[in-house]
């Protein structure tokens, strides 16, 4: 199971911190990945992270103001965005994959456990 905390209610030019918690011993053995889902829109890729931690993806849209990492020990992916703006209100999930495929980590289709969501929602 995945489980994705810290969203809420900022003002634009903000900052929250998101995690998601994985149950179970296998979690180093995936890579993680970020998307978003905004009202009457679909689920989009926002970002992910190879299993070690060492390579990382962003979409165009949030490179520069959003840091995916993850801690191993404990069971944990990250997600910090900065200088949030009212176009990042979302729904955003966490999710896992057993691909090693970088190209794959940008697809819904490629992941097979999903978090309930954590709503960000940003005023302007």
């Known amino acids: 199971q995945l489980q994705a905390f810290g969203g809420g209610l900022v003002q634009a030019g903000g900052s929250l911190r998101l995690s998601c918690t994985a149950s179970?011993?296998?979690?180093?053995?995936?890579?993680m990945g970020w998307f978003r889902q905004s009202s009457g829109k679909e689920r989009e890729f926002v970002s992910a992270?190879?299993?070690?931690?060492?390579?990382?993806y962003y979409a165009d849209s949030v490179k520069g103001r959003f840091a995916i990492s993850r801690d191993n020990t404990k069971n944990t992916v990250f997600l910090q965005i900065n200088s949030l703006e009212p176009e990042d209100t979302a729904v955003y999930y966490c999710a896992r994959t057993r691909s090693s495929n970088s190209r794959a980590f940008y697809y819904t289709q490629n992941y097979d456990y999903w978090g309930q969501g954590t709503q960000v929602t940003v005023s302007s």
């Open positions: 992270i190879s299993r070690g931690g060492g390579n990382t």
């Open positions: 179970g011993r296998t979690f180093g053995s995936y890579a």
